[in-house]
Nanobody
Framework: QVQLVESGGGLVQAGGSLRLSCVAS????????MGWYRQAPGKQRELVAG???????NYADSVQGRFTISGDNSKKTVYLQMNNLKPEDTAVYYC?????????WGQGTQVTVSS
């Protein structure tokens, strides 16, 4: 079955950096189907970064210029490099894959940014 396993979350001070990783298994990995979402307490889950077509990426306005999504097909892994983190980036971050119209989610990894 499809499995997405995130890692790399943690506690960091404002202005710091983290890199999240998501390893996929049980699928024929296609980086263009992958994305990162986040959900803060009391808020809806939102798209942070994703791939749209070959070599095209899209970002939420709030993270544009600070976050970078990338991936490695050979490792079935997608990354989210997060720089200049802000307290409002605090959330559970989820890796997601869209496969044949079905969306799959990882278990999430907590990112907490202290001011």
């Amino acid at each position: 079955q499809v499995q997405l396993v995130e890692s790399g979350g943690g506690l960091v001070q404002a202005g710091g950096s983290l890199r999240l990783s998501c390893v996929a298994s049980g699928i024929i990995f296609n980086i263009n189907t992958m994305g990162w979402y986040r959900q803060a307490p009391g808020k809806q889950r939102e798209l942070v970064a994703g791939f749209s077509g070959v070599s095209n990426t899209n970002y939420a306005d709030s993270v544009q210029g600070r976050f970078t999504i990338s991936g490695d097909n050979s490792k079935k892994t997608v990354y989210l490099q997060m720089n200049n983190l802000k307290p409002e980036d605090t959330a559970v971050y989820y890796c997601s894959a869209l496969i044949y119209g079905a969306r799959y989610w990882g278990q999430g990894t907590q990112v907490t940014v202290s001011s």
